[in-house]
């Protein structure tokens, strides 16, 4: 397995669904850097089940334990590590799995991959619950990038199809959206969406969406060309979230329907800082960042657990079989994963500052 | 700068534009595999402009000369490295940039980035030009993929949003894309795509489009989860491709207006094998292959050399200048990219299937 | 940092000395493995000290408390990871290290580097008290090597200039050391060597050995040339445990005083198989295993904290400063060594396996 | 395979020694840097062969061809990669060896890797001539750490039990070796030196001996804690130069024979810095630099390719055989792998030097 990232900041993530805790170690922040505990703890909240009826009901305390690496809540230079033990979990739901792999999960790859000695409880090492680790680490990088005046930003940009309006466009609400139970800009746009999300909780199913994520403050240079570039960091985090099915950078898959013309950003000069007047870019150019915002999208397909008889089959008579799935499943994912994007981009993009030593205390 | 890409097959790239050589080293092939030069050379030459009017009038041999790695064109264990001769060169189109940054390229990044170091010359180590040296370590792959019953086609899916047929549902005739001059499988609609950049040339503007890839024949298990899936690992090859901006997976971003029942794909046993009735997945599920076709898209930006006058800035002087560029340049990269995909879905492949230990001779 | 080790299998190590917890995550080992806990107990009890008055009074626990990567004792795949509780800890021996660095251990290096704020209770993340995880870590491989006939034997190879007999011609008493207090061959040569090391206790001293590792069972062609030969994948390792001073293969420093014609191994046929009839090369060709015995020798620096009056500096004064050590200290920490060397051979060799593919369940 | 080193610095070596060109490539140096090709050249010649009758009489030209990453000398950002036409070859001197493996050689352990594939021509990947392209890359980093003030000097140490003065005494007369033609400090010693070495020629023979090497003016503060300390990275480096059997800093495996009180090295304050009255760390503690000067030494192994019949066997007829080596060999390479150990450690430290964000222009 390789559930490793980074090349100077190094993340490691453990823990399966149903195992005694869940947790990362995080080697490579420098030393003397104070976490805001509390500030880390809302962040985590923002992706925690049983807040609302929108979500599982399975709750979870998901505060973070610190082994290691802070002294007074402080960066020591020494690898920091922190779980999460799992306390509530209701095990009896995932016994049919083993034997009839659940349509668009996991279940049979893995089966496959590991010779049936996966831990299938909960979705084990595939379930989406590896985001709190994921959320903590990024957390803790969000915290950093701050205090160099890098701010990163996600929102709902569509559930279903329902439409928030454009972020870039509406900064200052974008920044409002964190506070927020439902994370919109554009409130009545998040009633439909969580309408729509409802309705298909009603009748047995599951919607997706998509993810708009930006961030500001960003300092010219960052990124290295090639394979190693902003895009290609940004991505291999973010795909590393469940449910992820697409990414687009800037003016993204639209670019392949606009003329040069219309996709160049012209530069200008504005207050002594060269920037562009339009930002099809997306702040990056040849993965290196131009100091305009990064902007990202990121498709989350609908969940794949829904509670109408699936056709499925039994591996062991390998045969065809019908699959029921109970348990408690969340209808929608893309709320939740709103933080877990912006963790994913804060850890890519403290990674590339380390590497080209722009991360300084 | 991190030209490197790979864990087990480990492949360098280097070279700019105008320097001396541009090439590869590829470390991590087994011994004993036999490379058919004739196939390669034909593969790379579905790269090489100059074939026809659509295409830059710079014209280049592409000839891979092999300096390492083989003893009669067999794998010898040791690593395989190859250039390319720059020969055709016309530097005095580029002089204006190192002042006035191209919109849209990498000149301004790079300027920053190296403190005005960067090689400017055509485009230096971000040219499209560095798509060779990736297409010969990718040219490779694919033979050694074909071995194991593993084929990798793309086509043109859109070019400035005329759209070729699905290449999933026509898999025979996709086949045929890679002996074609235009890579699409329906030549009507190609033929009204050529007409459609032809038209931008003569406008001297560009255009852009997707570019979508079929893998046929994986086995089940490749890949590993989180960060290290198949999205992770093609998406970091993919994005080392100059103007890609966005990459989705089976349904991608149309997943995230899809309902779980109708995204979900069924399994079935077909044939003594477990298989899905639908492939929305795109063969990939937690970040390992199902033995299914892997399918994703590739969105590539409008070529940023376009020959209308530009709006910029003078670095020298911090103030707003035009510009306008001359010299020999792709009104769509498009056609010359489809390749270079199939050449970096191979190697996150390969790469892939070795860390497995999947790969045998 | 880079407190993190490997290309397939990946392990990274975290904790202080003195922070609530040690661990370790270890990620790439095949699924379907079951652990023999009771086994692993006794190998990390060789390395826990209290047992004899040899050994620091600080008795630890050392249990390891496996947090996930298990069903039923059996890897499942995803990555394990494992915790050990510091519960005996006694901090006032250490205040006055913040101000004045101890001789030889890292406390001045690692608050230039850290600039403070460095954890520098008992010795922080330097702590010999980090072998325990790396223990945890390599015991597992042990076992899994073990399942491919591969075993790793270290014995001490001498205390202070006092020498054990040689390993390799002592093969069957080596296999006995892991079951003695004592690890050394020749029990009458233990007896001096612990003489030694309780006269230098008795002066407020210490002293450093030599331990040496065979092992036996490899197959041939493990192994990458140049970088990732199994002298630099065991050296890497090896050099991850404190108080390491060199590393030899073979013949060793000794080679450099042979000539070609006695330092050369002859090949012979043997039973069917090649072998060597004399091992000076210690197993290793070109970075690549022979399948004759690996054998390499470790030094060990005499422990740094000694009880003498020493000069320091004041790091506060800039000024020189005499520096008194409390506290609980081995006068030589050679023994408790012994399996470290084990487990990281077992590292490196179990990673160097899985990168060729040569381990399987 | 893995001939590539490092993790910002990333060095990628290939080639055979009868391929068409053995060359480097290097990923992650800073842009800016312009190198003295005069000062590389001579830097290089120091391990060419052919220089007197002591080496090996097969001349090569050794002049590195840049293909690309610099402009005017001067590092552009891109990846440097350089190659050296292989001109002057004998390949009938190796007919044999595909059968008959030479004892102390690769053939064996690389023919059983690479299944009969390997290019066993002149040692094929494992060859010396494999040093040339590490000292073209290892030589660019001694240029760059020059300017930070760092100075690595090697000098032969021993030569078949011949001693040479100690470096760390002699610091001023061993900054003269670079310049002579054998690499001691000592002349009256090398010459006894250069006598043993003929006389084993004559006697169709060959000696080894050990190098040892000293980096000046290291700040405090470089190189991580655990695996990627100082000595790990130094290791992983040197190892990948043939003929290399033991490592050891400071004190080395002598610090095994001394007590606490001898080996410790104390702090005072001198000119306003913190140094030790004595060095027996070697300028390494806990992984980290501590301002002091850097010393190893390193074991090389007796030429294997001695002209006495050797027993062998025939791989073919798996039997007894008998082997004569003809051809030309050096019959002691360690006066040639003096700059290549300096290589190995500027590339070392200039990796860690990268990683931690020291390193500027």
Do not use: W
């Amino acid at each position: 397995m390789s559930s490793c990232y980074g090349n100077i900041l190094k993340l490691s993530i453990f823990g399966q669904s149903h195992s005694a805790a869940i947790g990362f170690s995080l080697d490579g922040l420098p030393a003397g850097f104070k976490i805001d505990m509390d500030e880390l703890g809302s962040f985590m909240a923002r992706r925690a089940p049983g807040k609302n009826k929108l979500s599982t009901a399975r709750s979870e305390a998901d505060a973070l334990e610190f082994l290691s690496g802070l002294v007074a809540d402080t960066t020591c230079g020494a690898p920091l590590a922190a779980i999460i033990r799992n306390t509530n979990v209701r095990s009896s739901d995932y016994s049919e799995i083993r034997d009839v792999p659940r349509p668009s999960h996991a279940d049979f790859t893995s089966h496959v991959k590991y010779k049936g000695f996966q831990d299938v409880s909960g979705g084990g090492h595939f379930s989406g619950r590896l985001t709190a680790p994921l959320c903590g680490a990024g957390g803790i990088c969000l915290q950093l990038l701050k205090t160099h005046g890098i701010n990163v930003y996600a929102h709902i940009k569509s559930i279903h199809g329902i439409d928030d309006v454009n972020g870039e466009d509406n900064i200052e609400e974008l920044k409002a959206v964190s506070s927020k139970t439902f994370p919109v800009i554009d409130d009545a746009a998040g009633e439909k969406m969580q309408q729509e999300i409802l309705s298909a909780k009603e009748n047995g199913d599951s919607v997706g969406g998509i993810i708009e994520c930006i961030v500001t403050g960003m300092p010219v240079g960052v990124g290295e060309p090639m394979f190693d570039g902003l895009e290609n960091r940004i991505s291999s985090a973010v795909f590393g979230i469940p449910a992820v099915r697409g990414i687009e950078f800037g003016a993204g898959f639209e670019a392949a329907s606009m003329f040069g013309s219309e996709h160049n950003d012209p530069y200008t000069v504005k207050d002594g800082n060269i920037v562009t007047t339009t930002n099809n870019h997306g702040g990056i150019l040849g993965g290196i960042s131009s100091g305009m915002s990064i902007v990202f999208r990121v498709a989350i397909k609908p969940t794949p657990s829904i509670f109408r008889e699936q056709d499925s089959v039994s591996l062991s008579k390998m045969a065809d079989e019908k699959l029921t799935i109970n348990g408690r499943h969340d209808p929608c994912i893309v709320p939740r994963a709103v933080p877990c994007i912006e963790a994913a981009a804060a850890l890519a993009i403290t990674d590339s500052m380390l590497q080209c030593g722009m991360i300084s205390l």
